[in-house]
C-alpha cells in the first residue's frame, strides 16, 4: 500500500541544530502540502508544491524554514537553527491534481522535539 | 483570522446515538468542504466531503449537511460506533486558491460503549 510515506516518525533535535523532514507522495501525486500541528491546535498549512516549483508558501515562516519538491526524490522541509517553538507534529500530504474536490492522503507525521 | 471554525473542542455521546460535528467557515470563497478523522499518532483520513452547490452528501452512517447561507456545516453520524472515537477535522478550499485547503482545530469525538 505505497501511501504517503514520511520520515523519520520521531525527530529529536537540540537547539540551534538542523532538522530535515521527508516525506514521499502517493503514487501518482504531483502535489504535496506541508501542514503543522502545535499541541492541542488544528492543522496550520504552511506550503504547497509541485515537482521544482513551490506554488503556495504563505504559511511558511519567514526565516530559518524552507521546502523543496525535487524532480527525483522525496520533498523535504527543512528547518534550520531549531527553537523550542519549533517542536510540533509536522504533516505532509498529497493530491494528484490541483481541483478543490479532490481530498488530500495524509503521512503519518513527523513529532519533532526540541530539546 | 481563523476562517474556519470548529467551537466545540469536544463531544461525547453513547454507542447508538447520533453525534453532530459542527463547522463555521467566513470565507464565502470556499466551494468545497472536507471532514477528515484522525487517530493518535497517525494522519488525517478523509471521509466525507461536499460541493458548495449542494446542501447534502451522505455515506453509509455518515453526512454532511452544508447551510451556505449561515455559513455552517455539520457532520452526523449515526448510529454511533466506539470506533468512531477520534479527532474530526472540517476543511475548506477554494478552487481560486490552488487546492490549499484550510483546516479548523479539531473536535474530540467520544463515543461511549
Known amino acids: 500500500n505505497a501511501g504517503v510515506m514520511q520520515n523519520p516518525r520521531h525527530l529529536v533535535r537540540r537547539r540551534g541544530q538542523e532538522a530535515r523532514l521527508r516525506c514521499s507522495p502517493m503514487?501518482?501525486?504531483?502535489?504535496v502540502y506541508w501542514y503543522r500541528q502545535l499541541p492541542e491546535e488544528g492543522l496550520k498549512f504552511m506550503v504547497y508544491l509541485q515537482k521544482e516549483n513551490i506554488i503556495d508558501e504563505s504559511g511558511m515562516p519567514k526565516e530559518r524554514f524552507s521546502a523543496e519538491f525535487p524532480k527525483e526524490g522525496p520533498s523535504i522541509l527543512r528547518i534550520q537553527q531549531v527553537v523550542r517553538g519549533d517542536s510540533a507534529a509536522y504533516f505532509c500530504?498529497?493530491?494528484?491534481?490541483?481541483?478543490?474536490?479532490?481530498?488530500?492522503?495524509f503521512g503519518d507525521g513527523t513529532r519533532l522535539s526540541i530539546l | 483570522d481563523q476562517q474556519v471554525k470548529q467551537n466545540s473542542p469536544s463531544l461525547s455521546v453513547q454507542e447508538g446515538r447520533i453525534s453532530i460535528l459542527n463547522c463555521d467557515y467566513t470565507n464565502s470563497m470556499f466551494d468545497y468542504f472536507l471532514w477528515y478523522k484522525k487517530y493518535p499518532a497517525e494522519g488525517p483520513t478523509f471521509l466525507i466531503s461536499i460541493s458548495s452547490i449542494k446542501d447534502k452528501n451522505e455515506d453509509g452512517r455518515f453526512t454532511v449537511f452544508l447551510n451556505k447561507s449561515a455559513k455552517h456545516l455539520s457532520l452526523h453520524i449515526v448510529p454511533s460506533q466506539p470506533g468512531d472515537s477520534a479527532v474530526y477535522f472540517c476543511a475548506a478550499s477554494a478552487l481560486t486558491n490552488a487546492g490549499k485547503s484550510t483546516f479548523g482545530d479539531g473536535t474530540t469525538l467520544t463515543v461511549k460503549p
Open positions: 503514487k501518482g501525486h504531483s502535489h
Open positions: 500530504a498529497s493530491s494528484p491534481g490541483l481541483e478543490g474536490n479532490q481530498p488530500q492522503h
